[in-house]
């Protein structure tokens, strides 16, 4: 079994490109369009979706471009991604105003970001 793609959703299509390009290093492939009756027939969300995929060798995100999009207070959801530079990775991070969440786990720290949108991202270095 494989990993197709994650599908999240962010505000703007300027802060995705923000995030999964200029950060990720990923490749924007041309925005589609899910019109609104099978937006509506999948989601339950009557009306037209903008995707844009941002892909890289071995991973793939969908981004719906929605600005109404709810902040639950209380979410697991996250997607967990392995960098080669964990400190380089994390200057860029600083670079780009992403907010960086460390927290002391035994003897480990734990590193998770946010997007510009508040979805979690847990970063691995192994």
Known sequence: MNLRHVALACSSEEK???FY???????KVEP?????ALSKAIFNIASEQIIINYVGDTVHF??????RQSKSAAKFEHVCLDV???DGFL??????DVKIIQLPKADKL???I????????????E
């Open 16 to 18: 995705a490109d923000k």
């Open 21 to 27: 390009t200029d950060l990720l290093g990923l490749k």
């Open 32 to 36: 589609k369009r899910l019109p609104p």
């Open 62 to 67: 969908e981004i719906f471009i929605n600005d």
């Open 84 to 86: 080669d530079d964990l």
């Open 91 to 96: 200057a860029k991070c600083r670079r780009l």
């Open 110 to 112: 734990l590193t998770f």
């Open 114 to 125: 946010m997007d510009f949108d508040d979805n979690l991202f847990e970063i691995k270095n």
